[in-house]
């Protein structure tokens, strides 16, 4: 039900804006977090967003360097992904959430999007 889009592969010191596209304005109201997955490692929280935008987290890994953002109008999150470095390869997922608070466990989500490839070159 969530599109993802933007991957891709550049270079590290480089930049990409990942966006999630939701199916409709209900999503406004959900938290909405960004994960990524390695092969053979489990998928890893990277930032979420509260339904306003008013609260924001980040993994420590990417904290500075990483933006989460969203336009409820156009039911879309964003991640402005700079500075990036080759260990920032991964599987990028957006999901959303009904919990009135910002989990960082994949359990508590209830959608998800497919995936989008970042690759990052040295």
């Known amino acids: 039900q969530l599109v993802e889009s933007g991957g891709g592969l550049v270079q590290a010191g480089d930049s990409l804006r990942l966006s999630c596209a939701a199916p409709?304005?209900?999503?406004?109201?959900?938290?909405m977090t960004w994960f990524r997955q390695v092969p053979g490692k489990e998928r890893e929280f990277v930032s979420a967003?509260?339904?306003?935008?008013?609260?924001?987290n980040y993994a420590d890994s990417v904290k500075g360097r990483f933006t989460i953002s969203r336009d409820s109008a156009k039911n879309t999150m964003f991640l402005q992904m700079n500075t990036l470095k080759p260990e920032d390869t991964a599987v990028y997922y957006c999901?959303?959430?009904?919990?009135?608070?910002?989990?960082?466990?994949?359990?508590?989500?209830?959608?998800w999007g497919q995936g989008t490839q970042v690759t990052i070159s040295s």
């Open positions: 967003i509260s339904p306003g935008g008013g609260t924001t």
């Open positions: 409709g304005p209900a999503f406004s109201t959900y938290v």
């Open positions: 999901a959303a959430t009904t919990y009135r608070f910002i989990p960082q466990n994949t359990r508590s989500y209830f959608y």
